[in-house]
């Protein structure tokens, strides 16, 4: 029986390190989560509510329409990722769930490849992206409570 508890205990304790060692690499994931696990969420916002938030923070603004841009890129590179593979995989193989599965995966590489130019493009290494969308969600969090 005090085997049982000492096992437990040691389970317990190796399951404690892990989430904590896991927590500190995602850290960067508590920024979201006040607006990730609310009781009531946020309403969606539109593009012109983006564009007030640009013009009115001098400093957030700037990064956060870069990293706006940003996402052109991926979209594009997710685009003729997802058509080219699937288009030599049913060329070679006229296999449907081959082309299926090689256009999910153009889709997935395209998308990272995009992210990466853009980010040497746009010189997003130079920008706080994470802070600007952070800033972004907690002004449109007062908004939201002013207008209710």
Known sequence: MADDSSSQSFFRRHWEEYKEFWGERFSFLDNFSRFVNRDKPLPS????DVEEFIASDPVHG????T????VNYGLTGS???AVSTAGVAWKYSRSLHG???SFVAGGI????FGQEIAGHTLQLYRLDTLTAQTKFLEWWEIKCERSS
């Open 45 to 48: 916002w539109s593009a012109s």
């Open 62 to 65: 700037p990064t956060l329409k």
């Open 67 to 70: 990293a706006r841009e940003a």
């Open 79 to 81: 685009v003729i990722g």
């Open 99 to 101: 082309a299926g599965l």
């Open 109 to 112: 590489f395209g998308w990272t």
